[in-house]
């Protein structure tokens, strides 16, 4: 005999993702929890993105994208003591580049 097992999958579309591009006006730029994707212009000068806790908020996430294609970096940095897989500060050069930072609930790490 041969069993077959079925499964329903259920999809959900969310198109609600709130995105925001800053650039140098903006820096230091500190997210909060109404923005999701931070698209980051660094065409007049580099950019400092500060992450919130991390601390208990586990699976809260971030997209933070460069943009242009200059020199200049986006510097994004944990809070106080927290890290980004286990550094103080992760730095995005290239344009179009980006990290998804999700919390474990102690730290940040990028996936």
């Known amino acids: 005999m041969v069993y077959l097992a079925t499964a329903t999958v259920v999809t959900e579309t969310n198109y609600n993702h709130p995105t925001i591009t800053i650039d140098n006006t903006d820096t230091p730029y500190t997210v909060d929890d109404t923005i999701e994707v931070i698209l980051c212009d660094c065409t007049s000068s580099a950019i400092h993105v500060d992450l919130p806790t ?38 995005i050069y290239g344009q179009y580049d980006s990290y998804t930072l999700v919390s474990d609930g102690t730290n940040w790490v990028i996936v």
């Open 54 to 91: 991390a601390a208990g908020r586990q699976g809260a996430y971030y997209n933070i994208k460069k943009i242009d294609s200059t020199a200049n970096a986006v510097t994004i940095d944990g809070l106080d003591a927290e890290t980004i897989d286990g550094a103080a500060t992760q730095l």
